[in-house]
T-cell receptor, first 113, second 113 residues
Framework: DAGVTQSPTHLIKTRGQQVTLRCSPI?????VSWYQQVLGQGPQFIFQ???????GRGNFPDRFSARQFPNYSSELNVNALLLGDSALYLC????????????FGSGTQLSVL | GDSVTQMEGPVTLSEEAFLTINCTYT??????LFWYVQYPGEGLQLLLK?????DKGSNKGFEATYRKETTSFHLEKGSVQVSDSAVYFC????????????FGKGTKLTVNP
């Protein structure tokens, strides 16, 4: 079975633009979480979705939004990009929110110029 | 709020040396504790976990013991290999609720032949 897949792997945007990142969870996993990893720091929680409903939100501005589709894939959207949004964005999936074993994708490296 | 503090890196060791990476946490209640590893260009992989006080997590020769009295979860390995070179993240998760992980900043380990 394929692991968690994210696309694109790399992305370059300019300030003020909007970006959409995509994530496909492991087959059978219904819970998806998003994390932002700034260079030299640990990942920070952005969102968690389960069964298409938002279950948790981290301390990020409203420029960040996400959704989950009926097939459990997910998109993370960031509007009005700032230089500080440059980071590795990681998606993780699990069978359900109570399962402590998360599987992470390789991430999307976003550079904002 | 919840937080995780890891020893600052980078850590450079010779092959077969003993490894310790310190991790302490602050959290309400008794969270589950994790060590994740990130190899270059890859996402995070769960290395080991412990869910209650005095539990010992172990995997691939790595061990960590959940110490409630010192709020610590130090990672150890008796004999490191070049292939262990990676960034190691300590993390916690409160039981119940969302699957939000709180990560430390990470410790980069380089093992030389």
């Amino acid at each position: 079975d394929a692991g968690v897949t994210q696309s694109p792997t790399h992305l370059i945007k300019t300030r003020g633009q909007q970006v959409t990142l995509r994530c496909s969870p492991i087959s059978g996993h219904k819970s998806v979480s998003w994390y932002q990893q700034v260079l030299g720091q640990g990942p920070q929680f952005i969102f968690q979705y389960y069964e298409k409903e938002e279950r948790g939100r981290g301390n990020f501005p409203d420029r960040f939004s996400a959704r989950q589709f009926p097939n459990y894939s997910s998109e993370l959207n960031v509007n009005a990009l700032l230089l500080g949004d440059s980071a590795l964005y990681l998606c993780a999936s699990s069978s359900d929110p109570t399962n402590e074993k998360l599987f992470f994708g390789s991430g999307t490296q976003l550079s904002v110029l | 709020g919840d937080s995780v503090t890891q020893m600052e890196g980078p850590v450079t060791l010779s092959e077969e040396a003993f490894l310790t990476i310190n991790c302490t946490y602050t959290a309400t209640g008794y969270p589950s504790l994790f060590w994740y590893v990130q190899y270059p260009g890859e996402g995070l992989q769960l290395l080991l976990k412990a869910t209650k006080a005095d539990d010992k997590g172990s995997n691939k020769g790595f061990e960590a013991t959940y110490r409630k009295e010192t709020t610590s979860f130090h990672l150890e390995k008796g004999s490191v290999q070049v292939s262990d070179s990676a960034v190691y993240f300590c993390a916690l998760r409160r039981k119940g609720g969302s699957e939000k992980l709180v990560f430390g900043k990470g410790t980069k380990l380089t093992v030389n032949p």
